[in-house]
């Protein structure tokens, strides 16, 4: 339940091949440490999961370059 592993093959830029970990640092699962390898670089990142309505990261794309982002989340019924 702690962690989560994605593997893939592509083209193009993700040729050939990709994949990451995505680890729950907290019990509740509030806050987890991601890690991926995109065919090019290693990227690494940090989620904190805010309540039923979204989630804010922030990571290292390349291991140089700084990103984030916040992300909001509803049921459209």
Not at 5 to 28: M, N
């Amino acid at each position: 339940d702690n962690w989560r592993v994605h593997l893939g093959l592509g083209s193009g830029r993700y040729d050939p091949v990709f994949g990451g970990v995505d680890a729950a640092l907290s019990g509740a699962h509030k806050l987890h440490l991601m890690a991926d390898y995109d065919s090019q670089y290693v990227n690494t990142g940090l989620r904190m999961f805010l309540g039923d309505w979204g989630t804010a990261s922030v990571g290292l794309l390349g291991m140089k370059e700084l990103a984030g982002a916040v992300t909001f989340q509803t049921d459209l019924r």
